[in-house]
Antibody
């Protein structure tokens, strides 16, 4: 059974930092492209970034609102995905989901249950 | 940055009716377009990938079409469990940035 379990969310002050983790199991983590997606309260979905598999170069891409502040990394030995968030702003308040892109292998993707990050003074 | 515009913002239909949702891209995304369904309190679920391929386990009443800049999600006959918010997402290779549309809320009439 595929599982993605996010952790690390919480309350942080503007300008602060937070690191989210996503523990993955039940699939070939090393071959999966992984994403972070967020959803502000009552709003739509926003893609936060992606890291390719090591075999595809392990490179990362980010949209403009988080580029230079957020960093995605992965630990193959722990099958864990990370999102390091620095210089947090109030507009970063959202539920953060990690996703595993298994479309090529299984014609589907998987999402975690999400972790809430609240940026407030 | 590629912008996706979904229409309508809200669609009010009855069970058994046909639903047609639109997604327009600001520039060509070829066929790299996906559709998601999200119900309250749940993570999104992938319905369609590469514009017209149903994801694993998705009922045949869901279908996707289009290429380039104009895409459509069709639900042939609405079931009560289909009332939800639907998002399109582009996954073009260049620029290598995924973006979501703002969503269409499908509500019971």
């Amino acid at each position: 059974e595929v599982q993605l379990v996010e952790s690390g969310g919480g309350l942080v002050k503007p300008g602060g930092s937070l690191r989210l983790s996503c523990a993955a199991s039940g699939f070939s983590f090393s071959n999966a492209w992984m994403n972070w997606v967020r959803q502000a309260p009552g709003k739509g979905l926003e893609w936060v970034g992606r890291i390719k598999s090591k075999t595809d170069g392990g490179t990362t891409d980010y949209p403009a609102p988080v580029k230079g502040r957020f960093t995605i990394s992965r630990d193959e030995s722990k099958t864990t995905l990370y999102l390091q968030m620095n210089s947090l702003k109030t507009e970063d308040t959202a539920v953060y989901y990690c996703t595993a892109d298994l479309i090529s292998a299984a014609a589907r993707d998987y999402w975690g249950q999400g972790t809430l990050v609240t940026v407030s003074s | 940055e590629i912008v996706l515009t979904q229409s309508p913002a809200t669609l009010s239909l009855s069970p058994g009716e046909r639903a047609t949702l639109s997604c327009r891209a600001s520039q060509s995304v070829s066929s790299y377009l996906a559709w998601y369904q999200q119900k309250p309190g749940q993570a999104p679920r992938l319905l369609i990938y590469d514009a017209s391929n149903r994801a694993t386990g998705i009922p045949a009443r869901f279908s996707g079409s289009g290429s380039g800049t104009d895409f459509t999600l069709t639900i042939s006959s609405l079931e009560p469990e289909d009332f939800a918010v639907y998002y399109c997402q582009q996954r073009s290779n260049w620029p290598p940035l995924y973006t979501f549309g703002q969503g269409t809320k499908l509500e019971i009439k």
